[in-house]
T-cell receptor, first 113, second 114 residues
Framework: TQTVSQSDAHVTVFEGDSVELRCNYSYGGSIYLSWYIQHHGHGLQFLLKYYSGNPVVQGVNGFEAEFSKSDSSFHLRKASVHWSDSAVYFCAVRVNYAQGLTFGLGTRVSVFP | DPKIIQKPKYLVAVTGSEKILICEQYLGHNAMYWYRQSAKKPLEFMFSYSYQKLMDNQTASSRFQPQSSKKNHLDLQITALKPDDSATYFC?????????????FGSGTRLLVI
């Protein structure tokens, strides 16, 4: 079975700062990785994904993530955060078309002005 | 306009009762899913349906039964409700059931069992 680890439960940053959210997974085969954002009281919104090809993928609102097979990681980054980026961010993996996504516990990002 | 409609948004139920959570998607997707989000736990995959057929069931309890009356509907019937069933239940869909297919989530039904 696959697992997803998000090492930071809560990250606090100021507007304009950069942020990196860490995601590590455990699975030996082909894997589909994605990040989702959940604003308070809302459902999850897709940010970006990696399946193959260029290990650095661009998402919406200036987010990007980099896949590393050697580190089993898929960290999410943003160069300059905005207050509206305050939310919970979930990393997810999927290994079989018949299964659902396996999510990490999430990282809450608080952006202060 | 919301692309995935979940009803109701909030639901309070008595222990032992039965409830149905509604999900409709208007994205033309062929795969639909149910997830559960409980406090202090990761979002948990429950069911996947593709072309109205059950593809995967990761829910141990038979008290949870998905129902697909139409291609764009996947309701969730929960019987003999317990307080531990209290959670937010999210419906999701994707264009196809393939591993690289992007998900769209609904805004959830928050269930409280008392």
């Amino acid at each position: 079975t696959q697992t997803v680890s998000q090492s930071d439960a809560h990250v606090t940053v100021f507007e304009g700062d950069s942020v990196e959210l860490r995601c590590n997974y455990s699975y030996g085969g082909s894997i589909y990785l994605s990040w989702y954002i959940q604003h308070h009281g809302h459902g999850l919104q897709f940010l970006l994904k990696y399946y193959s090809g260029n290990p650095v993928v661009q998402g919406v609102n200036g987010f990007e993530a980099e896949f590393s097979k050697s580190d089993s990681s898929f960290h999410l980054r943003k160069a300059s955060v905005h207050w509206s980026d305050s939310a919970v961010y979930f990393c997810a993996v999927r290994v079989n078309y018949a299964q659902g996504l396996t999510f990490g516990l999430g990282t809450r990002v608080s952006v202060f002005p | 306009d919301p692309k995935i409609i979940q009803k109701p948004k909030y639901l309070v139920a008595v222990t032992g009762s039965e409830k149905i959570l509604i999900c409709e998607q208007y994205l033309g997707h062929n795969a639909m899913y149910w997830y559960r989000q409980s406090a202090k736990k990761p979002l948990e995959f429950m069911f996947s349906y593709s072309y109205q057929k059950l593809m995967d069931n990761q829910t141990a309890s038979s008290r949870f039964q998905p129902q697909s009356s139409k291609k764009n509907h996947l309701d969730l019937q929960i019987t003999a409700l317990k307080p531990d069933d209290s959670a937010t239940y999210f419906c999701a869909s994707s264009p196809h059931p393939g591993a690289n297919s992007d998900y769209t989530f609904g805004s959830g039904t928050r269930l409280l069992v008392i």
